[in-house]
């Protein structure tokens, strides 16, 4: 069984920053595409940053120049660094491990990120 589990979330000032990290359990990391995604109160999950088994990135409007995807296979871990948050990142923000050739979906239980103004 394949766990997905998030950490680095909390409370931020506006113009801060952090780092959420997303470890998986199990082989099929490095075969993954990994990506985050959010949701906010009332709002559907959007994705807001990914990245493929061979290192492309990609990252949405809304948060290009900010935030920065990245991986480790070695650790089975990516990390989505944020900086410069807005009160508009607020969500709470999910990892996602996908597959389509190997039929791998899976997603992390979510880490809450707060920015006050």
């Known amino acids: 069984q394949v766990q997905l589990v998030e950490s680095g979330g909390g409370l931020v000032q506006a113009g801060g920053s952090l780092r959420l990290s997303c470890t998986a359990s199990g082989s099929i990391f490095s075969r993954n595409t990994m990506g985050w995604y959010r949701q906010a109160p009332g709002k559907q999950r959007e994705l807001v940053a990914s990245?493929?088994?061979?290192?492309?990135?990609t990252h949405a409007d809304s948060v290009k120049g900010r935030f920065t995807i990245s991986r480790d296979n070695a650790k089975n871990t990516v990390y989505l660094q944020m900086n410069s948050l807005k009160p508009e990142d607020t969500a709470v923000y999910y990892c996602?491990?996908?597959?389509?050739?190997?039929?791998?979906?899976?997603w992390g239980q979510g880490t809450q990120v707060t920015v006050s103004s």
């Open positions: 990245i493929t088994s061979g290192g492309s990135t």
């Open positions: 996602r491990a996908q597959s389509s050739f190997f039929g791998d979906d899976y």
